[in-house]
Structure formats: C-alpha cells, structure tokens
C-alpha cells in the first residue's frame, strides 16, 4: 500500500493548536479517534462537561466553539456536542466550557446564577450543557426571544426539572425583562404582558427573587484570543495531518489536494460536522483509516445563488448556515421560495442547533438514510449534486429515485467527493410542502418523512407535474412514481384524494417485519400527509375555502411562551428568622451545578496506575455457555486481566438486594442478554473496549425463549409463590348482588430511567481496605455484597456517594452490576479501577420500569357505586427477582387508586423472562396499577353514560373510610384536592368550550380530563423505615452533617440542612453536607421509596437534640453569646461535639395473613387537569394545560418540592405517552439511546403549567408536619393519557366509531394516530401482511 506521506505537501502541520478557556493548549501528537469530550475531561481535567450518551443525543457535553472568520471580520460562536466533535476539527479555534465562564469562587456568569436561583437544576447532570446552550445563544444574539431560547434547548434534555423552572430563569434574558430591570423606576410598558416581573407579588412570594439577579452585559464577556485572528490564515488554511495508530486527519489546502488524496486512496472518508461518522465508529465501531476534512476548501464552505436561479450549498456548508442563509433569502425574495421555505421548516425540527451547527446537507445526503429528512425534498424538487473526481473530472448527477441504490448506499464512487448541491427555484403554481412526523417533535429522527411537488395549470388547476417523495417506507427514500405519475392531468379535487390513496395504498408496501415496525402507522402517515398537503393546495387554489385546518401542520406548537404560576404558602412565622422551613431555598448545591463545580463519580481525578473496566455481556437471551475464551483479548499489552465465574468460588458468586438469585458472572447458563459473563481490565479505556469485544463466547441455545408478558403467561412462568394475593369482603357476593359487570384491561410498557450520569464505580484498595465510590442509591448494600463477593469484614469495604446525577429507583439495585467487578477488580489487583457505563450499555442492561398487564372485572350498582372489582396483575420482572416482590406488593395495594372498593380481590403476578431484570422506578409499582382503577371508572361511565366525573366523585374515599388493605384514612384531603383543582383550572366552563372545539374541528380534537392520586408513604416493611445521621460542631461553630441517604437531586440535603438549621437555631450557610460514607452513617436503607426526608429528617433532629442538649449549659451561662461563643466554651469544658442521630419509625402494624393493620405511615394526595389537543392525522400532540393541586402538609421547602412535582409530571408524562421501550421478539434491547428512546423535550412542557400547595393540611406523622412528594406526583401525569383518549374518542365519533376502544400505555403517536380510526385506517389495515417475525414486540 502506498504511504499517504508520500504524496503530502512538505509545508503541513502536525501540531494540534487551539484555545480552552482563554488559555492555549498544543497537543503535539492528537489522536484522530479523540472526541473534544475526552480530552477536556481525562487529558485537561475539565469534568464540568458531561457524558450523557456519546452521541449527540443529550446536550450534556455542549460547549461553545468560537472561530474567527476572516471576510467577515467578526468571531462566530457555536454550541456544539463534544463528545461528536473530533479533537482534530478543532485546530485554530476556541473551546469554552462551563468552568470558563464564571465560577463560585470568582464571579458566576449570570447563565449560571439564574438557572441555579431560579432552581433549574437538581440533580445538576444536565447542567453545564444546558448553561453552555444558552451562553452560546447569548454570545450570537444581542437581543432574543422566547423561540430562540427554545430553539437553542433543543438538544438538551433534562430528566429531572420537567424543564418549567430553567425556562423561568432564562427568560429573564429576553429583551424585555433586561429592558425592565435596566430602566429601574421608569414606568415602561413591558412587552413579558402578564409576565412582567412588576406585575407579580412580592419577591418573597415568588419561588426566586429576579430582581436580585446580576444584570447581564455581553461586553463582560472574555476576548477571543488575539492570536487566532493575528495568525489567522496560518491555523485556518495550513495543510494539517494528524497521525494516529488506528486512524490519521488530514486537512488539505486545496480541492486539487483534496481529489488527489481521495484518487490515491479510495477508503478516505470525507468528514465535515461528524455527526454521523461520530456515531458508526462509537457503536458501529467502524474504523475508518483516513479522515479528510473539506473545511479549509474555499469552494466546498460557500452558499450562493447562481444565475440560473438555483441556491448552490457548498458541501462543507453546515446546516445552520444553510438555514440562515435561506431565511435572509426567502425575505429578500417573495418569489421561488417554496422549497427553500421547506427546508428552513425541515431544519427547525432537524436534530438540535449542536448537530445543525456542524451537520453538512451533503453529509445528510451521503449518508443515505432511509429515514432522512432531507433527502425527500431533495428528490422532490430534483436538486443536482456536483461530483467530481480526479479520473472523471466534474459531473452533475440528478437526486432521484435511482440515486438512493439501496440500503445508505449512493450513486457516488468512493474515489468521488461531492462538491456542492443546486437546490432550484421554484415557479408560481408550484406547490412544495415537506412533513415530518417522529415520536417527539423536537430532535427526533422521523418516522415517515414526505415531501410533495405538484405543479397545477395556472387556468384549470389540473396537475402537470408531480412528484410524491417519502423517507421511512423501505430501505431507501423513495419516489413513489407511480402515484406521481397518475395525478398528472387529475384536477386538483376531491377525485384526486381517491386516486392517490388507492395508488399509494398499492405502491408503498410494508409489512409488520419491516425494520422500524409500526408498518400500519406509517402507511397511514403516507396517506394523511398527502391529504394534509392536498387541503393545503386546495386552500391556496380555492382562497381558503376549507377551515380549520393549518396549512402545515395540524396546529402551531411552538409559538406560544409557555406559563406558569406557582401556588404555595409561606408560614408568617418564617419569614424573617434563619429558621428556613417552608422557604424556596435553592438546592444547595445548585450553583456547583451551573458552574460545572460539582462532582459526580466518573469526575474524580484519574490516579496513578488507574485501570478501566469493561464488563463482558451474553449475546444470547437463554443459552448454555459452551466455552468462554479471553485469550484474544488479552494479546493486547494495555489489557491486564480477565475476571470471570472461575475467579470466584461458587457460592460467593451470587448478589442480589432480597434474593441471591444472580450470578456476578454467569457460570453455565445466561438467562437474559444482560448477563454479565466477565469483565475485562484494561490500561486505557478505549483498550477495555475494544478487547471486550475480543472475548470469544460461545453458546448453545436453550428454549423456551420467553420476552413477553404472554409468553411467560403461555409458558407459566411465574416467580414461585406468585400470584400475590389480597383480598377483602366477599368477592362472588358482590358480583352477585351487582346490576352492572363490566371487564377489560389496560396494558403499560417499559420505562427506561434514563438517568443523565450513566452507571459508574470507581475502586480504590489501600492496604487491606477498600473505597468504592458509585453511583448507586444504596452504598451500603455495595459495600455489604462487595465484601461477601471478596471474604472480608464490612468495616474494610466503605461505599461513597456525594452525588449522583438522578436515580429514580434505576440505581437503588441495579449498579451492583457494575460496582461488583469493579471492587473484585480493584481488591485482587491493587489498583485503582474505574468503569462508566455506556449510554447503549446502560439501556440495556440495568433494567426498566416493569411492563404491566392488567385485567380487570368491575361490579357496580346503576348509580355507578362500585360493588367489587377483581384485578389481576402481571409485571415481567426479567430474569431475576431484584426487588419485583415488593414492587408488585406496592401495585397491589394502589389498584383502588382513590376509590373505595368494599369487595376487592387482586391476584399480583410476577412473570419470569429472559429480560433484563426489571428494576424500581419512581412510583414503584403504583403508577401502573392505579391506571387500573382509573380505567375501571372511565368504563362504569361509559356503561351507564354517565360523566366520568361523576363516577369518580362518588367513589371517592372519604375520611375514615377503609382502603382494601384496611388501613383508615385519616386526614384525608383527596376531596378537598379534587374540589379546588376543578375550581383553579375552571374545569366546568373549559370542558364546555373543548366539546364547543371538537364539534368544530373534524381533525384537530382537543381532551380534557382529571385524575386524582392517593400514594402511601412507607417501604413497608419495618427493616427500612430507619435512618441514620452524625453531625459534627467544629471547634469554629461550623457544622457538619451526615446523613445515611444520598444526594440524587430531589434536594435531600438542602432539606436536611434546613432541618439541622431549624433544630439547631443556626443559619443554613454554617451547616454543610458533603457526601454520604458506610463509615459516618453505618448500615443505612436505600434512599427510596419517598421516604427519606421523613426518615432522615427525624435523624438529623434527633442528632440535633442531644447537642443542644449539650450545649444548653453554655447558652444558660451567657445568654447574650452567640452560637460560636457557646460552642467554643463546650469545647473548652471538654464537650463532645458530636453526635449520632437515628429514627425509627413507628412499628408497622400491617398484618399480611390477616390484611389488617396500618401499613402506610401516611398518605400523600394530589390531583391533576390536563387539557390536550391531538392531530387526528398523525397522532401527533400538545398538552396545552395542567393544573396541579397537591397535599404535601407544610412543605419543608415549596421550591425543591413544587420542583418535584414538576419533574415527576414530566417523567410521568413521558412514560404515559412517548417512551416507548422496543425489544426484538428474541428479546433484544433495540432502543439503546436518546437517538431512539425519546424522554420529554423542552418544548413538550404543557404551555401553561400551574401546580399549587393544598394549604391549611399540616401532617402530624412526618417531619415539621411535611410529607413526602417524590414519587406521588407521577402518576398525575396520566391526566394527559385520559386527555388524550377524550381527544380521540372524539375524532373517532366523527368517523363514526362509537364503541370503546383500548389503549395502550404509552399513548405514542402512532397508537393515537391508529386510535382515530378513520377512512384512511380502514384503507390501510388490510394492506399489511404479517409478513414472518414481526420487527418489535412489547414486552
Ligand atoms: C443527535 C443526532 C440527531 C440527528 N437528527 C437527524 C434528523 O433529525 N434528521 C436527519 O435526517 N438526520 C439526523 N441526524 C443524522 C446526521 O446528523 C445527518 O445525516 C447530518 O446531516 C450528517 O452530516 P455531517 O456533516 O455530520 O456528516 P459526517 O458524519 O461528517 O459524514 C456523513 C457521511 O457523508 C460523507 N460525506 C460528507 N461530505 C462528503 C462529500 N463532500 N463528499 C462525499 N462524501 C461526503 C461522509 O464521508 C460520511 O460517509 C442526526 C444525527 C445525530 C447525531
Ligand atoms: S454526551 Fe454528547 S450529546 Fe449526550
Ligand atoms: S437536573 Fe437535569 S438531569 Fe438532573
């Protein structure tokens, strides 16, 4: 092979040059394999910057990247995702991160205190990337408005916030806020409207104080380093070849260079934004040995109109500059724009602004996507590319149907480079409409994409020209020719309509195998886009002839800012001591948060000798491990070890949080494809894995293969001991004695976590000790099975946590996982031993949210009154116990939701799969099972006809009232929530004016629905309701406090602080938490279940007291003193200044034989209104309101809390309507990342958004009469399902489907779209063939 060397310039640079934080870095010898992520967080230290996903799909590891350009004379600043950007792409140019804008000890930059203040973080994850979003957006634009900032979040995802407070804080930099704050006194009017902070209460009823802000002012902004614009051309044009093992970067001056290397070596591959090679070397794990960059080729980086009226894209040209370039064009021109105005709507909903920043249309094109969403209107308005080659010379070459060849696969050589793409003008009575429809509106790949041309007769309106373009109906985009060719000379009518979707209907072929599944859905999608775009023609012909339908899609989504407002009490008593109970005070580790300061396990510093681990998993769901051969990988000098079974005795092999039902390393057999076989240590990270994919498994597979709820109920594959039964009264008698019995059932999926910090451990043996700091929200249950696994003593095992970035019951269990051949590494090895999950790993195999059958069988009285009900509940539980029994228990004792039912049996049964072991998840078990009892109401009313309302409100528990478990409901406030949530949405007049919309609107329907929720607060069982705290007074009156749960977000610590600083009567800012250790707070339970405020909460007073008590002699003694002086003084008399707190909590009286006794300790109630509006021909929807009302006593801090009610919504909401877990029917997990598994967006929030505190409800039992508020709140987000379902039963009236009809959780686009049955439904369905295995099943 020839030596590319050869063939180079003898004036190129080898050095990598460019700026971090105003500082400038030299990188003498840059690895093209290195992302910009890696090296600012492992070569630089910057760990500010996160890895959420390692594909673009998060926005944790944003940054800004400035360059100057030179014609231009100015600096250009782009947000961009490090972990896609390639470190090589980066030379003369200046990288800023978060610790680079301001910091805690400095100066915070005002992105960073506002999102802090106005609690837009919690667990602080997703932080850095969303403050270097809106930094970026700030640094481009003097002035913004709401959509700008909106467009900006795009990339980021948050799993915590439900996003409505970051939005709050950020929108005090629009205009018209700054404008306000900076003409103090003036009386102008304020364009906020309503917004307008003038108008709002006092600022200490307000959840943040905005007018304390630092005022924003871009000119204190750092300068861009003079040396990159002095030395301008020699960092931007100067040929670059950057050398690496596996791969080498070269940058060519010229287009001659850049041919002549392609010529020379075919398998050089092009590379400009990275986005899509970045991602087939991550997890395709393509090596590519040549990448050549086109960004210092003048003709590859312009934009231009030619004179033959087409706009020419340079190939090199990224998104958003194409973007900006045709929105300056389409307003300069009014004339030929049509398409270009489909584009720049394409683009709008095209990934997020990182990607769009560095993503090329020609890396779009040359990708080949079937599912593009550019490609289609690209063969829809024919646009030519320029191909040259140094053999051929320059060519056109036309984008048809016959340029897509087959599966990302083009009609380019691999010795040819594109240059540039014409996209045309388009004429007067042409028509061009583009349409995407994909799980989430917001950077999302689509489902189907299509794009439609027609051109009419000026006179006639008869078609003369068409083309019908759709992405995501085979393996290529595609013309669909034949339906094209039969509209020409067709009117534009009604006719038309049945002539396309007959053609279509025949032409497009899918059947239920196709890749990417849903195939009746994205027939139909075909179908109602195409009307969609005929009633548009058809507007544009007739002068809006036919209403209500929006000429683009069914509804503008994004054009409204959203609204909020916030109802809670602050107590008179607080308002001015340093007694904070009851006061928003900020998370405290917020601004750490903003500033990138805070640290979470995989940024601890690498160590001397550190190792990296990488665990080994089964490619087989259920098989026999017929050998296991590691030789291969342990060729490679930097791989040190391989530890599998045979490096543990056998019954030291074994782990699990209630049964040791797994194996730390599968032996013989693999029950699920998450089965760890072994782990692999390696020098480097990248060593690890690439040898894991080295070690040799081989297998013999073992049947039955069971994925599904119905397989395992086909197979009787139980858990033994299973069902779980409860029951109370008399069951046949009820169901005797009814007038009505009515049965059904209700299906829910799985439900990833998707936790921002992925799954880490890091281990450290020092002499015969052993540190291991994860990321887990039981460290002591770590340390316990570490030490097992490793024959030693607990007291030499200590487990650390100081943060973890959002648990949500994903991490209570499931990091064992991990953290176990992470301790046996680090124990047997002496080394430090670190290990991250992947984002892909990740998925699939820490478990989800278990998928739920539910069967159910009501009996009710012609009032509606139910009688008894029967549930019979099946959760796959995967392939171990994990904590499956108590979740199942939970469901079971919240299937009455918030009715009484006096006879009620329910049979809990855990299927057992070769699934990854499903796990906890906020809610546990209840936000399935209480979906239960809802649809048992919905479907009494449905039989009687009467309103849903009314069955709920005479179900209702009242005071005193026995639950089926026979637990008396004591101060319970379910009425009084339902009461004022009808009366703060004004649910009577809204319902009135959603039936007024829905008689209006035939494909555009609007729902309106409440449900209540009842949340028992306790683990119950009595081993779990204790909790531990040490609180240390320094000589210097500072404080210190432990506490036995972590961190995760859900502002435990802050609340503990506040707790400490009440009880100790000091002021919050002399306390400190830093981190939960086994060796302060021993033997501690999981922090779960809600409980540990109340527990933890009861600890730190009780700590709290018994140094007061010590210190009371001292304050009696000098009473003027203040704290420092009488801790000074005990110090003095030789007082110990520590102290250990405990609580447990009062015994469980709940007898499981008998169902007698209390079980819960309380219960926490709420109730929701969401109102929603559907698009009856995609399915597609927006929730236009909720309302919240929820009972949390006096709440210990209304901003943390109103935060989770928030965030519990949001992540609710994502599980009942758009996260939708997809397993291959061989039980595969398929949805591996933000890329396929979609979790709510910004602009998914509900566009007005009110949640208030029930006030005057101060709860006896738990701690300063609070109550507990992670986990209840979620279920309220299944008002939007029930809104959803009104919607849909109201389009399906108009088609005239009037019976009931099931849905399944979650409600995605494509089972609303099904839902509305309609014409082209009917059309579709019986088009689509079986066609052998289906592509995806639900689990
Ligand atoms: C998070 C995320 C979201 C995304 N969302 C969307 C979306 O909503 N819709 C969508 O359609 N796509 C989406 N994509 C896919 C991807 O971003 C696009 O395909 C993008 O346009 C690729 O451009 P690029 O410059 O990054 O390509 P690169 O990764 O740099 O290159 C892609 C391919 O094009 C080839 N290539 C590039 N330039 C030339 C040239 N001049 N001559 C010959 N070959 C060339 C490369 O060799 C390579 O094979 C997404 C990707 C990510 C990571
Ligand atoms: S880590 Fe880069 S986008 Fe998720
Ligand atoms: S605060 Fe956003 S992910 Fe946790």
Request: include cysteine; charge should be negative.
């Given at each position: 092979m020839e030596n590319l060397e050869d063939f180079l310039p003898q004036n190129r640079e080898t050095s990598l040059v460019f700026f971090v934080n105003g500082k400038k870095v030299i990188e003498p010898s840059p690895n093209p394999e290195w992302t910009l992520l890696w090296y600012l967080r492992r070569k630089l230290q910057l760990t500010g910057t996160k890895y959420g996903c390692g594909e673009g799909g998060c926005g944790a590891c944003t940054v800004m990247i400035s360059q100057y350009l030179q014609p231009e004379k100015r600096v250009k600043h782009i947000a961009v995702n490090a972990?896609?950007?390639?470190?090589?792409?980066?030379?003369?140019?200046?990288?800023?991160?978060?610790?680079?804008?301001?910091?805690?000890?400095?100066?915070?930059?005002?992105?960073?205190?506002?999102?802090?203040?106005?609690?837009?973080?919690?667990?602080?994850?997703?932080?850095?990337?969303?403050?270097?979003?809106?930094?970026?957006?700030?640094?481009?634009?003097?002035?913004?408005?709401?959509?700008?900032?909106?467009?900006?979040?795009?990339?980021?995802?948050?799993?915590?916030?439900?996003?409505?407070?970051?939005?709050?804080?950020?929108?005090?930099?629009?205009?018209?806020?700054?404008?306000?704050?900076?003409?103090?006194?003036?009386?102008?009017?304020?364009?906020?409207?309503?917004?307008?902070?003038?108008?709002?209460?006092?600022?200490?009823?307000?959840?943040?104080?905005?007018?304390?802000?630092?005022?924003?002012?871009?000119?204190?902004?750092?300068?861009?380093?003079?040396?990159?614009?002095?030395?301008?051309?020699?960092?931007?044009?100067?040929?670059?070849?950057?050398?690496?093992?596996?791969?080498?970067?070269?940058?060519?001056?010229?287009?001659?260079?850049?041919?002549?290397?392609?010529?020379?070596?075919?398998?050089?591959?092009?590379?400009?934004?990275?986005?899509e090679i970045g991602v087939e070397v991550k997890f395709k794990k393509k090596i590519y040995p040549i990448l050549l960059s086109p960004s210092a080729i003048e003709e590859m980086n312009k934009i231009s109109v030619t004179d033959k009226k087409i706009v020419k894209v340079g190939a090199a040209v990224t998104l958003t500059e194409l973007q900006d370039f045709l929105k300056d064009y389409i307003q300069e021109n009014s004339a030929g724009t049509k398409t270009f105005k489909a584009i720049v709507d394409m683009l709008h909903w095209f990934a997020g602004s990182q990607v769009r920043n560095v993503a090329s249309l020609v890396g779009n094109i040359m990708t080949a996507s079937p599912i593009s969403d550019l490609n289609p209107i690209l063969m829809a308005c024919s646009s030519l590319l320029t191909i040259s080659s140094l053999d051929k010379g320059t060519q056109k070459v036309i984008i048809d149907q016959s340029f897509f060849t087959s599966y990302r696969k083009v009609k380019v050589t691999d010795n040819q480079v594109v240059l540039a793409v014409d996209i045309p003008l388009t004429e007067e009575t042409q028509y061009f409409k583009a349409y995407k429809q994909a799980r989430r509106r917001d950077d999302d790949i689509s489902i189907v994409t299509a794009a439609f041309n027609v051109k009419l007769d000026k006179h006639t309106n008869i078609v003369s020209e068409a083309k019908l373009c759709y992405g995501g109906m085979g393996p290529t985009t595609i013309c669909a020719e034949k339906s094209s060719d039969k509209i020409k000379g067709c009117y534009w009518n009604k006719d038309l309509i049945k002539i396309v979707f007959d053609s279509l209907n025949e032409e497009l072929q899918l059947d239920s195998s196709a890749p990417g599944g849903m195939a009746a859905y994205r027939k139909s999608l075909c179908l109602?886009?195409?009307?969609?775009?005929?009633?548009?023609?058809?507007?544009?012909?007739?002068?809006?002839?036919?209403?209500?339908?929006?000429?683009?899609?069914?509804?503008?989504?994004?054009?409204?800012?959203?609204?909020?407002?916030?109802?809670?009490?602050?107590?008179?008593?607080?308002?001015?001591?340093?007694?904070?109970?009851?006061?928003?005070?900020?998370?405290?580790?917020?601004?750490?948060?903003?500033?990138?300061?805070?640290?979470?396990?995989?940024?601890?510093?690498?160590?001397?000798?550190?190792?990296?681990?990488?665990?080994?998993?089964?490619?087989?769901?259920?098989?026999?491990?017929?050998?296991?051969?590691?030789?291969?990988?342990?060729?490679?000098?930097?791989?040190?070890?391989?530890?599998?079974?045979?490096?543990?005795?056998?019954?030291?092999?074994?782990?699990?949080?209630?049964?040791?039902?797994?194996?730390?390393?599968?032996?013989?057999?693999?029950?699920?494809?998450?089965?760890?076989?072994?782990?692999i240590v390696a020098k480097t990270e990248s060593a690890a894995r690439k040898a894991k994919d080295l070690v040799n498994v081989t297998y013999e597979k073992l049947q039955p293969v069971i994925v599904t709820i119905e397989d395992a109920i086909n197979h009787g594959s139980f858990y033994s001991g299973y069902p779980h039964k409860l029951e109370k009264g008399n069951i046949e008698e009820a169901f005797k004695g009814s007038n009505y019995i009515r049965d059904g059932y209700i299906r829910t999926g799985a439900q990833e976590h998707f936790y921002l910090e992925t799954v880490s451990a890091f281990a450290t043996r020092k002499e015969d000790e052993l540190e291991i700091i994860c990321t887990s929200q039981n460290p002591a249950e770590i340390a316990l099975l570490a030490a097992e696994a490793l024959a030693i003593p607990n007291h030499k095992v200590v487990a650390k946590v100081k943060r973890i970035g959002g648990g949500f019951g994903g991490k209570e269990s499931r990091p064992s996982l991990l953290a176990l051949p992470v301790a046996i590494a680090a124990y047997k090895l002496k080394k430090p031993v670190r290990a991250v999950f992947d984002r892909d790993e990740d998925m699939q195999v820490t478990g989800h949210r278990h998928p739920f059958l539910i069967k159910y069988k009501v009996a009710f009285d012609n009032n509606g009154k139910i009688l008894g009900a029967i549930f019979d509940i099946y959760a796959n539980a995967g392939s171990s116990m994990d904590i499956s029994c108590s979740m199942i228990e939970r469901a079971s004792f919240h299937v009455d939701n918030c009715y009484y039912i006096p006879n009620i049996r329910v049979n809990g049964y855990l299927c057992k799969t070769n699934m990854p072991s499903n796990t906890a998840f906020r809610g546990f078990g209840s936000p399935k099972a209480m979906l239960g009892a809802e649809a048992v109401i919905r479907d009494i009313a449905s039989t009687?006809?009467?309103?849903?309302?009314?069955?709920?409100?005479?179900?209702?528990?009242?005071?005193?009232?026995?639950?089926?478990?026979?637990?008396?409901?004591?101060?319970?406030?379910?009425?009084?929530?339902?009461?004022?949530?009808?009366?703060?949405?004004?649910?009577?007049?809204?319902?009135?004016?959603?039936?007024?919309?829905?008689?209006?609107?035939?494909?555009?329907?609007?729902?309106?629905?409440?449900?209540?929720?009842?949340?028992?607060?306790?683990?119950?069982?009595?081993?779990?309701?204790?909790?531990?705290?040490?609180?240390?007074?320094?000589?210097?009156?500072?404080?210190?406090?432990?506490?036995?749960?972590?961190?995760?977000?859900?502002?435990?610590?802050?609340?503990?602080?506040?707790?400490?600083?009440?009880?100790?009567?000091?002021?919050?800012?002399?306390?400190?938490?830093?981190?939960?250790?086994?060796?302060?707070?021993?033997?501690?339970?999981?922090?779960?279940?809600?409980?540990?405020?109340?527990?933890?909460?009861?600890?730190?007073?009780?700590?709290?007291?018994?140094?007061?008590?010590?210190?009371?002699?001292?304050?009696?003694?000098?009473?003027?003193?203040?704290?420092?002086?009488?801790?000074?003084?005990?110090?003095?008399?030789?007082?110990?200044?520590?102290?250990?707190?405990?609580?447990?909590?009062?015994?469980?009286?709940?007898?499981?034989?008998?169902?007698?006794?209390?079980?819960?300790?309380?219960?926490?109630?709420?109730?929701?209104?969401?109102?929603?509006?559907?698009?009856?021909?995609?399915?597609?929807?927006?929730?236009?309101?909720?309302?919240?009302?929820?009972?949390?006593?006096?709440?210990?801090?209304?901003?943390?809390?109103?935060?989770?009610?928030?965030?519990?919504?949001?992540?609710?909401?994502?599980?009942?309507?758009?996260?939708?877990?997809?397993?291959?029917?061989?039980?595969?997990?398929?949805?591996?990342?933000?890329?396929?598994?979609?979790?709510?967006?910004?602009?998914d929030i509900p566009k007005e958004f009110n949640v208030s505190l029930l006030k005057g409800a101060p709860n006896p039992r738990a701690v300063y009469s609070s109550k507990a508020v992670g986990e209840p709140p979620l279920f309220l987000a299944a008002s939007v399902f029930f809104a959803i379902k009104e919607a849909i039963k109201s389009a399906r009236k108009d088609a005239g489907f009037y019976s009931d009809f099931t849905l399944e959780v979650p409600a995605t686009c494509a089972r609303i779209r099904m839902a509305c049955e309609d014409h082209i439904t009917e059309q579709v369905k019986p088009t689509i063939n079986a066609g052998g295995q289906p592509w995806n099943v639900t689990s």
């Open positions: 972990c896609l950007m390639p470190l090589c792409a980066i030379h003369g140019f200046a990288v800023t991160t978060v610790e680079g804008i301001g910091n805690t000890q400095d100066r915070l930059h005002p992105v960073q205190e506002r999102i802090a203040k106005a609690h837009g973080s919690q667990c602080g994850f997703c932080t850095p990337g969303i403050v270097m979003s809106m930094y970026a957006l700030l640094r481009n634009k003097s002035k913004i408005d709401y959509d700008d900032i909106e467009t900006a979040l795009q990339g980021n995802l948050c799993r915590c916030t439900g996003y409505r407070p970051i939005v709050e804080g950020f929108k005090t930099f629009m205009e018209a806020w700054e404008g306000v704050n900076n003409v103090k006194g003036q009386n102008k009017p304020c364009s906020l409207g309503n917004d307008c902070c003038r108008l709002k209460k006092d600022d200490d009823e307000e959840l943040f104080t905005k007018s304390k802000f630092l005022p924003y002012s871009p000119t204190q902004e750092p300068i861009f380093p003079p040396e990159l614009v002095l030395e301008h051309d020699r960092y931007a044009k100067s040929f670059l070849i950057f050398r690496g093992e596996n791969v080498t970067w070269v940058r060519p001056q010229t287009l001659e260079e850049l041919l002549f290397i392609k010529s020379k070596f075919p398998e050089t591959k092009i590379v400009v934004g990275n986005t109602s886009l195409f009307f969609k775009f005929y009633i548009y023609v058809l507007n544009k012909v007739n002068n809006n002839e036919i209403k209500n339908i929006d000429d683009s899609r069914a509804y503008k989504v994004s054009s409204s800012t959203p609204k909020s407002m916030q109802c809670f009490e602050i107590k008179e008593n607080n308002k001015n001591s340093c007694d904070t109970i009851g006061k928003p005070i900020p998370h405290a580790s917020a601004l750490k948060h903003a500033t990138g300061e805070a640290i979470y396990c995989d940024d601890m510093p690498i160590l001397n000798e550190e190792l990296f681990l990488c665990l080994v998993f089964s490619t087989e769901s259920h098989a026999r491990i017929t050998s296991l051969d590691p030789s291969k990988a342990l060729l490679d000098p930097d791989v040190v070890a391989f530890f599998s079974a045979s490096d543990l005795p056998k019954e030291r092999n074994y782990f699990g949080p209630i049964f040791k039902d797994e194996e730390i390393f599968a032996k013989e057999i693999v029950t699920s494809r998450a089965h760890v076989i072994g782990a009687l006809g009467k309103s849903y309302e009314e069955i709920a409100t005479i179900n209702l528990y009242k005071e005193g009232d026995l639950t089926h478990f026979n637990q008396s409901l004591k101060y319970c406030t379910i009425s009084r929530c339902w009461h004022e949530c009808i009366d703060s949405s004004s649910y009577w007049q809204r319902k009135k004016m959603v039936e007024e919309y829905n008689r209006s609107n035939r494909w555009q329907k609007k729902g309106l629905a409440m449900v209540p929720t009842k949340y028992g607060i306790s683990f119950g069982v009595d081993v779990l309701m204790q909790g531990g705290a040490l609180l240390i007074i320094y000589k210097d009156g500072s404080v210190l406090l432990s506490i036995g749960g972590i961190e995760m977000g859900q502002g435990l610590f802050t609340k503990m602080i506040q707790v400490a600083s009440k009880a100790l009567n000091v002021d919050i800012s002399k306390i400190h938490i830093n981190e939960m250790a086994t060796d302060k707070v021993p033997n501690s339970v999981p922090t779960a279940a809600s409980v540990s405020s109340d527990l933890y909460g009861m600890a730190v007073i009780n700590a709290c007291n018994i140094l007061n008590e010590r210190l009371e002699p001292f304050k009696i003694q000098n009473p003027d003193g203040k704290w420092e002086d009488w801790v000074s003084a005990a110090h003095l008399n030789r007082v110990n200044l520590s102290a250990t707190g405990f609580y447990a909590a009062p015994k469980i009286e709940y007898n499981r034989e008998k169902n007698y006794g209390d079980l819960f300790e309380y219960f926490t109630y709420g109730v929701a209104c969401s109102e929603v509006i559907i698009d009856c021909l995609t399915g597609d929807h927006q929730v236009l309101r909720t309302d919240i009302v929820m009972d949390l006593g006096e709440s210990l801090n209304p901003a943390i809390d109103i935060g989770q009610i928030e965030g519990a919504f949001i992540q609710g909401y994502g599980f009942y309507t758009m996260e939708e877990m997809l397993f291959s029917p061989t039980g595969e997990v398929l949805s591996r990342g933000p890329g396929t598994y979609k979790i709510p967006g910004f602009s």
